[in-house]
T-cell receptor, first 113, second 113 residues
Framework: DQQVKQNSPSLSVQEGRISILNCDYTNSMFDYFLWYKKYPAEGPTFLISISSIKDKNEDGRFTVFLNKSAKHLSLHIVPSQPGDSAVYFC????????????FGSGTQLTVLP | NAGVTQTPKFRVLKTGQSMTLLCAQDMNHEYMYWYRQDPGMGLRLIHYSVGEGTTAKGEVPDGYNVSRLKKQNFLLGLESAAPSQTSVYFC????????????FGQGTRLTVV
């Protein structure tokens, strides 16, 4: 049973508009949430994170929102740029001795020029 | 600063053959992980290590063995490769402590025929 779910396999957005990527989780032990970005033939790279004690974290064009009661987080990218086109993975940690990450299945974001 | 380096980048194996994937990190991280990525399934944890000389099973450990004889290296072995092990393998490392991100290697694409 997937503990971290990304229900949208793909998303297309016009350049300059907002991209919103969603993620749901089921494990209440998770206390740290991350977003990774992945280009083809490369490893995932860390993008932004949020601790469970917060409900929002911003870094430039990227903002992550956490709704603990709904077990839901989202990544907002404003404004979207063509270079943002990649697969975005949601991940969570907290349930394990090595704080290992549990990943969602990913969302392919395509930003159209 | 190389970060996390995986060797090899590509490999084709015949069913029943064995091989070892090498992961090296130069960030003095305590924790190391091996994940596999399959289409539509995100990254799944195979094995992990909380420190030199320690290993533990992740979500999908069957058919794999690991060793961490030195802090900077984490080896993933396939004793008798099967077509179901065709995948992209990612190694990652992270420092000890909460609220930290994992750093990933560039991946190894393995095909078992």
């Amino acid at each position: 049973d997937q503990q971290v779910k990304q229900n949208s396999p793909s998303l297309s957005v016009q350049e300059g508009r907002i991209s919103i990527l969603n993620c749901d989780y089921t494990n209440s032990m998770f206390d740290y949430f991350l977003w990774y970005k992945k280009y083809p033939a490369e490893g995932p790279t860390f993008l932004i994170s949020i601790s469970s004690i917060k409900d929002k974290n911003e870094d430039g064009r990227f903002t992550v929102f956490l709704n603990k009661s709904a077990k839901h987080l989202s990544l907002h990218i404003v404004p979207s740029q063509p270079g943002d086109s990649a697969v975005y993975f949601c991940a969570a940690s907290g349930d394990g001795p090595a704080r290992q990450l549990t990943f969602g299945s990913g969302t392919q974001l395509t930003v159209l020029p | 600063n190389a970060g996390v380096t995986q060797t090899p980048k590509f490999r084709v194996l015949k069913t029943g053959q064995s091989m070892t994937l090498l992961c090296a990190q130069d960030m003095n991280h305590e924790y190391m992980y091996w994940y596999r990525q399959d289409p539509g399934m995100g990254l799944r944890l195979i094995h992990y290590s909380v420190g030199e000389g320690t290993t533990a099973k992740g979500e999908v450990p069957d058919g794999y063995n690991v060793s961490r004889l030195k802090k900077q290296n984490f080896l993933l072995g396939l004793e008798s490769a099967a077509p179901s092990q065709t995948s992209v393998y990612f190694c990652a490392s992270s420092p000890h402590g909460r609220d930290t991100e994992a750093f990933f290697g560039q991946g190894t694409r393995l095909t078992v025929v």
